[in-house]
């Protein structure tokens, strides 16, 4: 009887499941079964399986027709002899460590089940679960989900050992449908006497581009997650009330999410079965859960409760396009928030005053809108919003504009202004345009103010807005959409220093104050490959080269450059960059002479290309120097 019993169900997953049952063949844990269980395949997984069968006499094939997942984990655990449970998706890989260090866990504690951390694999890359980010963030054992309640975002089944008997006592089966996961592992944590965390990761969750599709707005896939969401809250607000309100707040966000999309896309033809399935679960809710919602959600949820379809669809029709600007009010003091404050609330008609507060949820939302040099003097103009509330009732304001040092928190004051709300139209990341209520603002940056004591420290100073109004005082770094207009200005030298606007990769203006080894002045496309040139201060003795870095994970590329006098020149083949890894890749360009050079780029120009259907944009990084970005489509 082996130790452990791995069990993977399977279905058209042909491109994957080789390499799945490679990594379990591969664990340093060898004494373990692995059951692949076909539920009913119409691809050559079955042949697959078959030849790990006919290598390795640990890997078992049974048989289905069909029946779905939950059919065929069952099917499984019948067939399962081991002491211990294990269950792997054909699509996604175990590393080597991963069993043995599970099962030596429970061997070592008696718990009744061990779970670890896990990495999803995207577009090549690794990169953590946000779901278990938190949760396993530290080894504990003997514990417990009431003890450790961020357990209940680890409602998958993979990352985990099961102790058979402690499987067979709580009597867990699947349920024959999608989503079916989800209770069995929320039971399996609560039925546990007790439970090992493991910070290591055991599992990597692969996130499949042809996955992500509109099957999850499918009535019968919706019907099926909102049961198990019922099912779920059920069972925690038996067996553990106090773990509960978490588990709802992330509902709320997620699952309810969907249905609620799911609703306004089919209006007044919504399946009824949908609607009391949701309301039912959103019946259990209590209201200070429902404040954990933005506002605009939380009134696409209230009518989703309320079973109104029709108004559901019209309301997401609004916020969707953009058209959604709630009214904001102020109501009374606050306790407890300061002096002053006040508590502020979204008007809807459709949404009561007991939920709609949204004092903490207030939040500044600036933008830059134009940028550049006049005289020596940076000038910029921007739009801040309060969140996607409509700010008239606000009247006048004061808004402050400031740039503010990392790390020493020195300040330098460009503005402040009293101004009054307004509606724009501003350009959007799909090209549309969008009216937008808010304050506009001004500021203009002389870099004399930068006394010698600041361009000494080199330091990197973050564009800052403050907005204030009776009872509200709300302040926020300047950003945007990092690929909408204003370019970013050129750099100027001020004192044997470069002042170099910046924007940084989530779209933070700014300045740094550094010095430059070498400036590119030309940086254009010609026939697929981007051309650099500029100048070097020390031309040193040999030619350079041109060295691509990537941030995410280090991997380089490298590419020749030629040398004449402190004129430097190369050109970047885009069609030779490594295939992309992660959603959007990035490589600093560096220039290599034996040691690395940044070159600072002095041209406003950021040119891109498509090249063999991947387009590549020559930009400037949070340093101001050169950087190529792979813009990959979304999924």
């Not at 953590?128 to 949760?135: G, K, L, M, T, V």
């Not at 060295?547 to 030779?576: C, M, N, Q, W």
Request: proline content about 7%; hydrophobic content about 40%.
């Amino acid at each position: 009887m082996p130790i452990l019993s791995v069990i993977v169900p399977f279905h058209d997953v042909e491109e994957y499941l080789g390499s799945c049952l490679d990594s379990l063949l591969a664990q340093t844990l060898r004494d373990l079964e692995v059951i692949c269980v076909d539920d009913g395949s119409r691809d050559g997984g079955r042949a697959v399986v078959e030849a790990r069968q006919a290598a390795d006499p640990r890997v078992r094939l049974v048989r289905l027709t069909g029946g779905g997942v939950g059919r065929a984990r069952n099917t499984g655990v019948r067939h399962a002899t081991g002491r211990y449970l294990a269950f792997v998706d054909g699509d996604d890989l175990v590393p080597r460590e991963a069993f043995r260090r599970l099962v030596a866990s429970l061997e070592s504690t008696g718990s009744d089940l061990a779970c670890g951390n896990v990495m999803r694999i995207h577009r090549n890359q690794l990169v953590p679960s946000w779901a278990h980010r938190q949760a396993f963030a530290r080894r504990l054992e003997r514990t417990h989900i009431t003890r450790h309640p961020l357990l209940v975002r680890d409602r998958m089944l993979w990352n985990k050992v099961y102790r058979r008997s402690s499987w067979d006592a709580l009597a867990l089966t699947f349920p024959e449908r999608l989503y079916e996961d989800q209770p069995v592992a929320m039971a399996a944590h609560v039925g546990a006497a007790s439970v090992d965390v493991l910070k290591a990761v055991v599992y990597h969750w692969r996130r499949r581009e042809e996955s992500v599709t509109d099957r999850r707005m499918e009535p019968d896939n919706v019907r099926d997650r909102l049961l198990s969401v019922l099912e779920t809250a059920t069972l925690l607000a038996r067996r553990a009330p106090a773990v509960k309100p978490r588990f709802d707040r992330d509902t709320l966000d997620i699952d309810m999410g969907v249905a609620v999309e799911a609703v306004a896309v089919m209006g007044a033809a919504a399946d009824p079965e949908i609607l009391d399935l949701a309301a039912r679960y959103l019946d259990g809710v209590a209201p200070e859960d429902w404040l954990s919602l933005p506002f605009p959600r939380r009134l696409l949820t209230h009518l989703l409760h309320r079973r109104r379809p029709d108004e559901l669809a019209a309301v997401f029709a609004e916020w969707d396009e953009g058209r959604l600007w709630p009214p904001l009010v102020p109501q009374g003091l606050a306790r407890g928030l300061g002096l002053g404050r006040r508590r502020w609330y979204g008007r809807h008609p459709a949404l009561p005053q007991d939920l709609s507060e949204v004092t903490e949820e207030l939040a500044l939302l600036p933008r830059l809108l134009s940028a550049g040099w006049r005289d020596g003097v940076l000038h910029g103009e921007g739009w801040v919003s309060v969140g996607r509330f409509d700010v008239r009732g606000l009247g006048r304001v004061r808004v402050r504009v400031w740039l503010q040092e990392r790390g020493t928190s020195d300040t330098v004051p460009l503005s402040e202004d009293r101004v009054m709300p307004a509606c724009l139209g501003l350009a959007q990341e799909d090209g549309g345009v969008a009216a937008e209520h808010g304050f506009p603002f001004g500021f203009a940056f002389d870099p004399a103010t930068l006394t010698p004591a600041r361009l000494a420290r080199r330091g990197h100073w973050e564009l800052r807005v403050e907005l204030r109004a009776t009872g509200l005082r709300l302040e926020a770094k300047v950003a945007g959409p990092r690929w909408l207009p204003p370019a970013v200005p050129v750099p100027v030298r001020r004192a044997g220093s470069w002042v170099v606007p910046v924007r940084g990769a989530r779209g933070v203006w700014g300045l740094r104050v550094r010095r430059a080894e070498a400036l590119i002045g030309e940086c254009r496309i010609e026939g697929g490959d981007l051309l650099v040139a500029g100048e070097l201060a020390d031309p040193g003795d040999e030619d350079p080269v041109l060295r691509l870095i990537r941030r995410s994970d280090g991997e380089e590329v490298y590419f020749p450059a030629t040398l004449d006098g402190h004129v430097f020149s190369g050109r970047i083949r885009l069609v030779d960059i490594d295939e992309p890894v992660g959603r959007q890749p990035r490589w600093d360009v560096v220039l290599d002479q034996g040691r690395k050079i940044r070159p600072l780029v002095r041209t406003r120009a950021r040119p891109a290309a498509t090249v063999a259907g991947r387009r590549f944009v020559a930009d400037r990084g949070d340093d101001g120097c050169l950087m190529l970005v792979e813009q990959c489509p979304p999924g």
